[in-house]
């Protein structure tokens, strides 16, 4: 069982915007900026997406945006691509390590 | 632009030792905090642990008894090493670099390690 909590799936079709949620505690998403978002291809290495609950790496597009309220995180992509379909983990720091959420999977219809 | 190398053996046995180790380019090795993250086939992350450039370290709980993470060995490398190794050690390990906490912006290729009698 992951320590964070994330919708197994969402889906969405081409242009629309679809948001990922993550859910931890107050000791970890409530408690610290260090929340960050991964892309996964099948196959691939996961890519850093967002930083620091939201930053932009550079060359990522900025269809995809990053927020907290509380103790969740969420992910945000808008204008849904095809190439957006992946799995996408959050990641949370708890003060001593950092945790992952179980990930979500993203279908474009 | 930063590259990660890693590499190492493949196929384990029940109670053998896991060691790979991955080589860092293009950047600079003293910036950054150095992380190993595992992915079980079909599953999701799991942080094992880090390493700064002078070689402090931090692991998870769950595995802290039996990881080690080290530099070298060579210039701008680290290692790691899992004992006592188990069916449930069987994933995709991969070498990252951190720009901060859970901020990951750099992957290694990712090995596979199978764990099998």
């Known amino acids: 069982q992951s320590a964070l909590t994330q919708p197994r799936s969402v889906s969405g079709s081409p242009g629309q915007s679809v948001t990922i949620s993550c859910t931890g505690t107050?000791?970890?998403?409530?408690?610290?900026?260090?929340v960050s978002w991964h892309q996964q291809h099948p196959g691939k290495a996961p890519k850093l997406m967002i930083y620091?609950?939201?930053k932009r790496p550079s060359g990522v597009p900025d269809r995809f945006s990053g927020s907290k309220s509380g103790n969740t995180a969420s992910l945000t992509i808008s204008g849904l691509q095809p190439e957006d379909e992946a799995d996408y983990y959050c990641?949370?720091?708890?003060?001593?390590?950092?945790?992952f959420g179980g990930g979500t999977k993203v279908t474009v219809l | 632009q930063v590259h990660l190398q890693q590499w190492g053996a493949g196929l384990l046995k029940p109670s053998e030792t896991l060691s790979l180790t991955c080589a860092v380019h293009?950047?600079?090795?003293?910036?950054?905090?150095w992380t190993w993250i595992r992915q079980p086939p079909g599953k999701g992350l799991e942080w094992i642990g880090e390493?700064?450039?002078?070689?402090?370290?931090k692991y998870s709980p769950s595995l802290e008894s039996r990881v080690t993470i080290s530099l070298g060995p060579s210039k701008n490398q680290f290692s790691l090493n899992l004992i006592s190794l188990t069916a449930a050690d069987t994933a995709v390990y991969y070498c990252?670099?951190?720009?901060?906490?859970?901020?990951?912006?750099?992957w290694g290729q990712g090995t596979l390690v199978t764990v099998s009698s």
């Open positions: 990252v670099r951190d720009l901060n906490y859970c901020g990951r912006d750099s």
């Open positions: 293009g950047e600079s090795f003293s910036d950054y905090y």
């Open positions: 390493i700064s450039h002078s070689g402090s370290t």
């Open positions: 107050s000791s970890d998403v409530g408690a610290y900026d260090y």
């Open positions: 620091d609950v939201t």
């Open positions: 990641c949370s720091y708890t003060g001593f390590q950092t945790v």
